[in-house]
């Protein structure tokens, strides 16, 4: 006859409950995600079957679309087929991060590749000014270089958002204590205090147009190359991201 050691039913029940939390809080993230990935895409598709149907309803009457209203269709189709594509994107890269192909790279060089990509984003009609500041010191780091550049696009990106009508954006770097910390800077409405502890979960955003995973993204690249992203400062004057490398030699 075998004695049950004191103690022992107990602890294996709370292993079998801690199980069955485990499972249920991995049920719950994966619902939130899916959830999130069909809310997201759902939009940019809707819109393009809409165009879809109204160009073949009107074939379909023997009216030919006029070449303006063509265009125009077609380029809303344009825009929201690549907007649905840079979401599965950015969704494969904060899944499944590829390992990093680290070389040397230019960070002025970079953040110039940035600015000149996102200058379309960039508020129209209204004043948006634009300080970067890299010391020599800073300069250089090894990184993946699409990845850094990723990264970098969507913190600038972020910053943009939260300056429709204008304003001032910073991207200052600094070397010490064996980092390279990279801030990006706006004047826009900040982050509320509520908002803070979930600012990098996918899928939050409390921008109307987002997608909400361009932060989760930036953090993926960041950890993916040893580093952080965090929110360094946050007031109704503005935000400041720092992205956060190891200094290597």
Do not use: Y
Not at 10 to 37: F, H, Q
Not at 204 to 220: H, R
């Amino acid at each position: 006859m075998s004695v049950e050691a004191p103690g022992s039913a107990p602890a294996g029940e709370e292993r079998v409950a801690l199980v069955a939390r485990l499972t249920a809080e991995k049920s719950e993230a994966l619902g939130r995600l899916a959830a999130g990935i069909a809310h997201e895409l759902r939009n940019p598709l809707a819109v393009i079957l809409a165009r879809v149907q109204l160009l073949e309803l009107g074939l379909k009457n023997g009216k030919a679309p006029e070449p303006e209203r063509l265009e125009r269709a077609l380029c809303t189709i344009e825009e929201q087929a690549f907007r649905a594509s840079k979401i599965i994107e950015s969704l494969s890269v904060f899944a499944r991060p590829r390992v990093p192909e680290i070389n040397p790279i230019d960070l002025g060089e970079t953040v110039g590749h940035v600015l000149a990509s996102l200058r379309t984003r960039m508020p129209q009609g209204a004043a948006l000014l634009t300080n970067v500041v890299i010391p020599p010191e800073a300069r250089t780091l090894l990184a993946d270089r699409d990845q850094l550049t990723t990264a970098l696009t969507q913190l600038v990106v972020n910053a943009l958002e939260a300056m429709p009508s204008g304003g001032r954006l910073e991207i200052r770097a600094r070397r010490a204590d064996g980092t390279i910390d990279i801030a990006v800077a706006d004047t826009g409405g900040g982050v509320a205090s509520h908002d803070a502890p979930r600012i990098f979960d996918p899928f939050f955003s409390t921008k109307p147009a987002a997608a909400g995973l361009g932060l989760c993204v930036a953090q993926t690249i960041a950890e993916s190359h040893g580093g952080t992203v965090r929110l360094a400062a946050a007031s109704a004057a503005g935000a400041e991201f720092v992205l956060t490398l190891p200094a290597r030699d």
